[in-house]
């Protein structure tokens, strides 16, 4: 078994943050939803709209970002953002390899999170996910997340 340890994100660990996203999310993303619905945004596969988004936080919150690595590889991540004025830390995304899924991974991710958002001094947080996501909505009440309400995403063409 291989031994797991979480630990801040580096810039180096970008490409693995970014194949880690393409690979987990098929199935679990408003991108590739929108692709399957409408065809590509701005000629780009949902692949590269939804490395987009992750990359907005690996730029813009670097320091509250963390990594997994199974024997020295970067197997998942963690991004959040820090809500100051409202004292809430959100958990943007989440996402481990699919090969190493199921391993208690996505739990120890999750809980650094909220390790550094106490270490913030936070008082709360959030997270959210997309119906069809059943693995997360397993998850994320398991660990003391209760249910605040349910968006609808719509799009239609110009
Ligand atoms: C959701 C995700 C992060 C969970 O990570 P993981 O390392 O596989 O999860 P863990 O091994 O820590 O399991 C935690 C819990 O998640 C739930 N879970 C995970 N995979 C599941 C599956 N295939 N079926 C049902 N529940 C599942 C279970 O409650 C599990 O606890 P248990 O094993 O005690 O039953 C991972 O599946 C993933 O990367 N999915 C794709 C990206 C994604 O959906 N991210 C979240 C977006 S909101």
Redesign the pocket.
């Known amino acids: 078994m291989a031994q797991i340890a979480v630990r801040k994100y580096l810039k180096r660990d970008r490409e693995a943050v970014l194949r880690?996203t393409a690979e987990?999310?098929?199935?679990?993303?408003l991108e590739e939803n929108m692709e399957i619905l409408i065809g590509r945004i701005a000629n780009k596969t949902w692949q590269e709209c939804k490395h987009d988004a992750i990359e907005y936080d690996l730029r813009n919150n670097a320091r509250h970002a963390f990594v997994a690595e199974a024997d020295g590889q970067v197997v998942?991540f963690v991004c959040t953002r820090i809500y100051r004025d409202l004292l809430i830390g959100h958990?943007a995304?989440?996402?481990?390899?699919?090969d190493?899924?199921?391993?208690?991974?996505?739990?120890?991710?999750?809980q650094q999170a909220l390790i550094h958002f106490r270490e913030c001094g936070l008082k709360y947080t959030r997270?959210?996910?997309?119906e069809q996501?059943?693995?997360?909505q397993?998850?994320?009440p398991?660990f003391g997340f209760k249910e605040i309400g349910r968006l609808i995403y719509y799009m239609r063409d110009l």
Do not use: P
């Open positions: 880690i987990s999310f098929e199935g679990f993303c998942g958990v995304n989440l996402a481990i390899a699919k190493h899924q199921r391993r208690g991974i996505g739990k120890m991710l999750l997270i959210e996910t997309l996501n059943f693995k997360a397993k998850l994320y398991a």
